[in-house]
């Protein structure tokens, strides 16, 4: 049961230092947040929208 507990602590502290070196080595460049979209990526998802729109009304019911 020694062995188990090694383990665990183990995995936690490398989980830890290397969380700790990514955070290093990226400088902090990384969000887990949403990412803002440019401008070309918004102009194409609102004209994708819109052709989806037309086409749902040009189809009719059949």
Do not use: C, P
């Not at 062995?3 to 080595?25: E, P, T």
């Amino acid at each position: 049961m020694h062995w188990m507990m090694w383990i665990f602590w183990g995995f936690l502290g490398a989980l830890f230092v290397g969380s700790y070196i990514v955070d290093k080595l990226t400088k902090k460049k990384y969000s887990l947040g949403k990412a803002d979209k440019s401008l070309n990526q918004s102009a194409a998802e609102a004209d994708a929208r819109r052709q989806a729109t037309r086409n749902n009304h040009e189809s009719g019911m059949f």
